[in-house]
Nanobody
Framework: QVQLVESGGGLVQAGGSLRLSCAAS????????MGWYRQAPGKQRELVAT???????NYADSVKGRFGISRDNAKNTVYLQMNSLKPEDTAVYYC???????????????WGRGTQVTVSS
């Protein structure tokens, strides 16, 4: 089993910055892709950014140039640096990890519980 613990959310004014962290723990054999998704009230969960084990990144068009995703493989941690925040970035941000646990034949996807990000105008 894999546990994900997110941190770094909060309230910030428009134009400000936040850095989210997500640490994975448990019986981890390997981690492939790591990413961040978000869900605003009344909307579907959407992809924000992903990063592969080879550090190839992918971003939603709405955050390109403002957000940066990175990972520390030694710490099994993924980060999301969010700059120039806008009120429309307000959402619950969820960490997602594709991990293979010890003894498992293949990997599986795991979700964190989410961290609230609120951007005031």
């Amino acid at each position: 089993q894999v546990q994900l613990v997110e941190s770094g959310g909060g309230l910030v004014q428009a134009g400000g910055s936040l850095r989210l962290s997500c640490a994975a723990s448990g019986s981890i054999f390997s981690i492939n892709a790591m990413g961040w998704y978000r869900q605003a009230p009344g909307k579907q969960r959407e992809l924000v950014a992903t990063i592969t084990s080879g550090r190839t990144t992918n971003y939603a068009d709405s955050v390109k140039g403002r957000f940066g995703i990175s990972r520390d493989n030694a710490k099994n941690t993924v980060y999301l640096q969010m700059n120039s925040l806008k009120p429309e970035d307000t959402a619950v941000y969820y960490c997602n990890v594709e991990a293979r646990t010890t003894g498992a034949p293949r990997g599986d996807g795991y979700w964190g519980r989410g961290t609230q990000v609120t951007v005031s105008s």
